[in-house]
């Protein structure tokens, strides 16, 4: 409070407030406060009022932010307003002080948003979500019989949505949550269409060629999406091959020595080698698939992917896919879109001539998977790994991300020495040592893999019940997808995300996922209407 004394000295007033000389009583003083300093001061009480205004988040129920701080908690039921200000558990983090303070986020649901069958949304809409399935989206029965028998019967909210488009000859730009079934929603109309095609009698005197071209980033991405291919195309006689990095031309070329596949999964340097050998020719492709399209379309990428696309005839509407002369169909797909990727994307395509599908979930924090960050000293992470994973049930995969090649070798090293038996997966290893890791990781052989980046784009890890960022993640796209490796389509619930939080740049991120997620947004930063035209609709938008 300021007294009267104090005032005048902050106003460097001599004077006493009121005179009494000598028993006379003289008129008071008045003391004009100057309007600057009022303002400041009616300024500061304002602050002092909205600071102690702590907006109560905590309802009966469930959980969705737990602090270590309970005053911090927020409840499921409570969603913070876009102008409310939370008070973050990640608050202080910057602060020395703060290590070992955690927070966790919640799992909401037990499903993930893109599976519709076992969640209506009204009971009305019941019955109708249980009749969808493969066979409503005119896939062939063979195809659906496939498909049955990996237990696969409704199809995912993208699949839903792509199929019918790609199977009318659209071009299409795929946007969906990660694990949400993208893989099939391209490969499983491409299928159907080379399967009714090989039936067209006129066709069979055409001198055999790539039907279509499914880029990736990554070699281990390109032989799971080939495996696909073929446990669905194989049955119709349909030719899939892989070329990949890493493993010299001689290796490239033996993969057209017994002529053209039908499908071919590449990625961008293998792809961009075999175009310049002259193995395979573009220009009669029917489909070209770009998955995993941020990857693909950041500087380390797009120069060589515009080159290919330069080498493909894109149809810019259904009817020139079809007829002798017919055109590519072009599909991009991916889990998430930073900002300018539409930009980059104009400049190799005519975005006018895409269909836009784009997930309602998409760059939202995943309400299926449990989410932990635990504020920690550098020198006590491999501690606290080594805690957390011998306490891990056996059997369970768990997926260990750091940021870069090194840190993968160093922890390895330390691991070996704690008797944590795991794989390593880097870019930095010759490719003939990466062959085969991620597949024996898979199959369950080892249960912890400790990987870069490269394990946390497109893979399926369906047997991964555990993500650790062992190192924070460098952008919120890289935690979109590492966390993506849990809570995936067909696999099991209660996955988990745990993240040590060291730097004060790791703290910046992890207060942007706290705000997302109280308030139940996307993250911002990512481009959220994906392309400058208004998306086109067609008679499809019921879907
Ligand atoms: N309709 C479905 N029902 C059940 N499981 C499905 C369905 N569709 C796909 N799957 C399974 O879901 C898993 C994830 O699929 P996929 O790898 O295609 O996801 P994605 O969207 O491409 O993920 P990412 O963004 O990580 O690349 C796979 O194991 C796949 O077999």
New binding site residues.
């Given amino acids: 409070m300021w007294c009267g004394k104090a005032l005048s000295k902050a106003l460097g007033a001599t004077a006493p407030l009121c005179s009494r000389d000598s028993g006379k009583m003289t008129a008071p003083q008045v003391i004009r406060i100057p309007r600057r300093m009022q303002e400041r001061l009616d300024n500061l009480k304002q602050v002092r009022r909205t600071r102690n205004h702590r907006v109560n988040t905590i309802r009966p129920g469930k959980l969705l932010i737990m602090s270590k701080n309970p005053q911090l908690n927020q409840s499921a039921a409570y969603t913070l307003g876009k102008f409310e200000q939370p008070v973050l558990a990640s608050k202080g983090w910057k602060h020395k002080k703060s290590f070992g303070d955690y927070f966790t986020i919640n799992s909401t649901q037990e499903l993930p948003p893109f ?1 519709t069958h076992c969640c209506p949304d009204q009971p009305g809409d019941k019955d109708k979500k249980h009749s969808v399935t493969f066979k409503s989206l005119k896939l062939s029965p063979e195809i659906v019989e496939l498909l049955q028998c ?7 909210t ?2 839903m949505q792509a199929i019918p488009r790609l199977l009318r000859g659209h071009n299409l730009l795929c946007a ?9 929603s391209y490969l499983l109309p491409v299928i159907q269409k080379l399967k009714e095609e090989r039936k067209m009698p006129e066709l069979r005197d055409i001198e055999p060629h790539v039907h279509c071209v499914v880029l990736v980033p990554s070699r281990e991405l390109a032989e799971q999406v080939a495996s ?1 291919a073929k446990a669905f195309g194989g049955p119709f006689g349909l030719k899939v091959k892989v070329v990949g990095g890493g493993r010299g031309v001689g290796n490239i070329k033996l993969a057209f020595t017994s002529g053209p596949p039908d499908i071919l999964v590449a990625t961008p340097g293998a792809l961009s080698k075999a175009l310049q050998r002259r193995c395979l020719d573009m220009s009669e492709l029917s489909f070209l698939i770009i ?2 399209a941020d990857t693909m379309f950041d500087p380390s990428f797009a120069d060589l992917v515009e080159r290919i696309l330069a080498y493909a005839q894109v149809a810019s509407n259904p009817s020139e896919t079809i007829g002798p002369g017919a055109k590519a169909q072009l599909a991009v797909v991916g ?1 998430t879109f930073p900002r300018g990727v539409g930009e980059v994307l104009s400049q190799v395509t005519d975005l006018g001539s895409m269909v836009v599908i784009k997930s309602q979930m998409l760059h939202f924090i995943m309400p299926h998977v449990k989410q932990m960050f635990l504020k920690v000293k550098a020198a006590d992470k491999l501690l606290e790994l080594h805690k957390v994973l011998k306490t891990a049930r056996g059997g369970m995969g768990i997926l260990v991300f750091c940021n870069g090649s090194a840190t993968v070798n160093w922890l390895g090293y330390n691991l070996e020495d704690l008797g944590v038996r795991h794989l390593r997966l880097q870019g930095q290893m010759p490719a003939s040592m990466r062959a085969g890791i991620f597949q024996a990781f898979q199959k369950g052989l080892v249960d912890v893999l400790v990987c870069t980046d490269i394990a946390s ?4 890890t ?1 047997r991964v019940q555990l993500v650790i960022n062992y190192d924070f993640p460098m952008s919120h796209a890289d935690y979109i ?1 590492r966390a ?1 490796r849990v809570g ?4 099991s619930s209660g996955g988990a995300v745990l993240s040590f939080v060291t730097h004060p740049w790791d703290v910046e991120l992890v207060q942007v996922i706290e705000i997302a997620a109280r308030r139940r947004t996307n993250l911002p930063g990512m481009e959220t209407a994906i392309r400058e035209p208004t998306p086109r609709l067609d008679s499809d938008k019921h879907l």
Avoid at 176 to 184: D, N, Q, V
Avoid at 488 to 491: E, P, T
Wanted: overall charge negative; hydrophobic content about 30%; proline content about 3%.
């Fill in positions: 599976v990996d237990n696969i019967v409704h199809p995912t993208v699949q969906a949550e990660t694990g949400s079934g993208k893989t099939l696909v998955d995993e889990a784009r497109g893979l399926d369906q997808h993506g995936r389509a067909g696999g």
